[in-house]
DNA sequence: AGCGAATTCACCATTATTGGTTATTGACGT
DNA sequence: ACGTCAATAACCAATAATGGTGAATTCGCT
């Protein structure tokens, strides 16, 4: 590690077990670069917690009475886009870890994983990383692959290589017209692929085809 | 050999290296219930292979000449959607390991994660799980993770709480009259809604609006 | 040789979507 | 109290999408 002329890091905490909150402010009172900048019981006034504080990291526990830790990343998200959330998981809740990935937070510590390593967790967050522990890694990419027998939807479809072309399109957001174009083909060729399709993917419309498509291709457009 | 409680499970490698393949056939013969049908150096006659043994779990290692693991599961999963398959990966590489995600791996383990796990990881991909070992884990959600810049789209377009709710709506595949019934609106109201919307996302189109809407909300896509 | 499926194209009628404009109500902030 | 804006709603006109039917061509499979 090289010495480094590092700005003091401002850290806010919310976190309801008083235990947690002093542990950890114990830890950031010893590390260099870091500092406490204050320390809540709940969410109740997060908003202007944070305004008052300016923090450049936020360690966010997942589960609080009133506001849910995942409640508070989705309000934070909504105001303060930028702001780094490390969460707080005190036992191994696949759904609750889940659910704060999806509200926004940027990465996911387990209380018992030994607080040494937060310091490196809050340094990663801070510069754009999505640290988390091997276990919390290893929960939420078990819910993400859950959804992988839908993946498959499409081929279970059954559908044309022509028609899956179109679809492609369609997906993308094109009209039958810019497809016919696209694929130089006439507009009731288009017309004629997508009521096939319509009616493989038991569908009747633009909108049902894509989202039908897409809950069974999310991997994919994860790429565009 | 036929006897016994459980079904002997027949498995199928692809693998370049030599030594791979030895250790796992040792592995495997001194295994109970589990049986090494065959083993190949290469993907050149994939489907033959897997037609001439009828295999109950595939070990493909990642990176191979010509055909590579990536590609030799895009052909299985089109031929054999059901079959499971466990990716064997030499080295950590994000990008690669994501790759076999999306092509519809179900398991991922790195060779030198110790054979012992092997077994495990194999009756888990048997038995519908997605095992991997932590470091995979870690490495696939970091690629995940990074996608999450876009995830705010929505925001940056500021649409009122309304029009997410219309836009929502019509992500799913709804019909104008469908989202007024709904929303409890009348058909105007959602036409207006919908009017703002496009104006805002710079789109004029439901295929439009649900596409960009999507890239920019992957994750709570992920729950329909 | 013939069957079926994919791909191509066309016509017709109905319904849906889109864009323009206008307007009322209530909430919020200065 | 005034202006802004979200939410609601309506009318009109043009364009797009949907569903039904039919049909020619090509290609693979039997």
Not at 2 to 16: A, Y
Not at 82 to 97: A, H, I, N, R, S
């Amino acid at each position: 590690m090289n010495l480094q002329e590092k700005k003091t890091l401002r850290i806010i905490m919310f976190d309801d077990n008083i235990n947690v909150r002093e542990s950890i402010a114990l830890l950031l009172s010893t590390t260099e670069n870091m500092q406490l900048a204050a320390s809540f019981d709940s969410c109740k006034n997060l908003i202007s917690d944070i305004d008052a504080t300016n923090p450049d990291v936020v360690i966010m526990d997942i589960d609080m009475p009133n506001i849910t830790g995942i409640e508070a990343v989705k309000i934070l998200r909504a105001k303060f886009p930028q702001l780094p959330v490390l969460m707080l998981t005190g036992f191994e809740d696949d759904e609750k870890v889940f659910d704060s990935l999806c509200a926004g937070a940027n990465g996911y510590v387990l209380k018992n994983a030994g607080m040494e390593s937060l310091i490196q967790y809050i340094d990663e967050v801070h510069s754009g990383g999505a640290p988390m522990t091997p276990v919390i890694a290893r929960k939420v990419l078990t819910q993400f692959t859950k959804l992988q027998p839908s993946r498959m939807l499409n081929q279970a479809y059954n559908l044309s290589s022509r028609e899956k072309d179109v679809l492609q399109l369609l997906v993308k957001g094109r009209s039958y017209k810019m497809i016919a174009s696209d694929l130089n083909i006439s507009y009731e060729t288009v017309h004629s692929h997508i009521r096939k399709i319509y009616q493989k993917l038991q569908v009747n419309s633009v909108g049902e085809a894509v989202s039908k498509t897409i809950s069974g291709n999310i991997l994919k457009v994860l790429f565009f």
